[in-house]
């Protein structure tokens, strides 16, 4: 497993609820993470100052109540999270329990998580097995399977590029989310403009931190969103009856859960921002279409930018037993339906399976399914039956 994040522990959740667990540790299992310490590890899960667009019952899913891994529950976030099983929840809450949970799952394993793993490279042996690689070509781990949870990040340099903006006015929304405020401030106290590129739940949701953190010193029109398609998620059918006009795009029904829009639409706090936008109830945040004029104009005379546009593969790279890289994407690794990760040509790479944020699986739409509950759930599920393909081939 490279990548200790939250989608890694998927595997061990999984397992646990298959009974399968004493079965995948006495094959061999090895979680490496390039983070130095589990201290600094702790600190990069869910380090945002905004809530949850999942209740709290969906980060708990995926843990069997009577499983190896329950005294993570019954800790301080996991009995909070229960108790708003059917409410949005702070993420620093989900953080904390997402780290709770990562102790437990490092503490079954013979030699816990290996820190300090700067994984640079994946390469195929003649055999078939796969082993990584630092920074120095020496070899780390020799194995039939390799699970990608290295997550994404936000390209701000390719945004900059595009609309011809100063890279030191463009900050990734994730950056803004955790804490960096400082820049929002400055333009805001000279009289300035912020504008945010992207209408998904990022986009809203960093609009909503900067309205709650800055209030009435964002005067009218003070933040920009551009967007090019917005969706609200519904749970309710009939509700849909009642959509903006604005929002009458496709609907698309989940056919797992009833959801609509389930992995697009806008939830909780950003959903509510949006509609007031949209019916003029919040005048302090103005919303443009990305084609239009006033998107312009708010891009190129904006003091910030703030990207809302989504997240690359933080990849690494593959490599065939001939040496030769193994393309897999530009920007977005993709995976097929069992998880497995696909080259440039769709056909899956033997033994590499990816699951996360940079590795998610597409819905029947093409949207892809990010969420906790998703990653520790069918997506976990899938992967270690394939891991245990794997070995039996």
Not at 35 to 55: E, K
Not at 71 to 85: D, P, S, T
Not at 153 to 173: C, K, L, N, Q
């Amino acid at each position: 497993m490279i990548g200790c994040g939250p989608a890694a522990l998927g595997l061990a959740l999984a397992a646990d609820r298959r009974d399968a667990l004493p079965r995948l540790l006495a094959g061999g299992v090895e979680f490496l993470d390039r983070s130095p310490s589990p201290t600094a590890l702790d600190g990069l899960r869910f380090p945002f100052l905004i809530d949850a667009n999942s209740v709290g019952g969906d980060f708990l899913a995926g843990v069997r109540p009577d499983g190896t891994f329950a005294a993570a529950l019954r800790g301080r976030a996991g009995r909070l999270l229960r108790e708003r099983h059917d409410r949005q929840v702070p993420l620093p809450l989900v953080g904390e329990f997402v780290n709770d949970l990562s102790r437990a799952v490092e503490d079954v394993l013979p030699h816990g998580f290996r820190y300090g793993a700067d994984v640079r490279a994946v390469r195929r042996n003649r055999d078939g097995s796969w082993t990584s690689v630092d920074r120095s070509g020496a070899a780390l781990v020799t194995s039939e399977s390799v699970v990608l949870a290295t997550g994404g990040y936000e390209d701000t340099r390719e945004v900059s590029e595009a609309y011809g903006i100063p890279p030191g006015r463009v900050i990734g929304s994730a950056e803004l989310m955790s804490g960096r405020l400082d820049e929002a401030a400055r333009v805001l106290r000279a009289g300035g403009r912020i504008a945010l590129l992207g209408g998904s739940h990022s986009g809203f949701a960093a609009a909503g931190l900067l309205l709650d953190r800055f209030g009435d010193a964002i005067p009218p029109g003070g933040l920009v969103l551009v967007h090019r398609d917005l969706a609200l998620s519904y749970t309710d059918p009939a509700e849909a009856g009642s959509v903006p006009p604005e929002l009458a795009g496709r609907l698309e029904t989940c056919p797992e859960s009833g959801v609509i829009n389930r992995f697009h639409g806008l939830r909780s706090g950003p959903r509510e921002l949006c509609l007031r936008a949209l019916r003029g109830r919040e005048p302090r945040l103005t919303l443009r279409h990305t084609a239009s004029a006033g998107a312009r104009s708010a891009l190129a005379e904006a003091g910030l930018v703030v990207h809302a546009l989504g997240y690359r593969t933080r990849a690494v790279p593959l490599f065939d037993r001939w040496g030769e890289r193994i393309p897999t994407g530009d920007r977005t690794v993709r995976v097929d339906d069992a998880c497995r990760v696909l080259d440039a040509g769709h056909d899956a790479v033997p033994g590499v399976f990816g699951i996360g944020l940079g590795y998610a699986r597409c819905d029947a739409w093409g949207r892809r399914r990010v969420g906790i509950n998703t990653f520790h759930g069918e997506d976990a599920e899938r992967i270690v039956s394939g891991v245990a393909a794997t070995a039996a081939a």
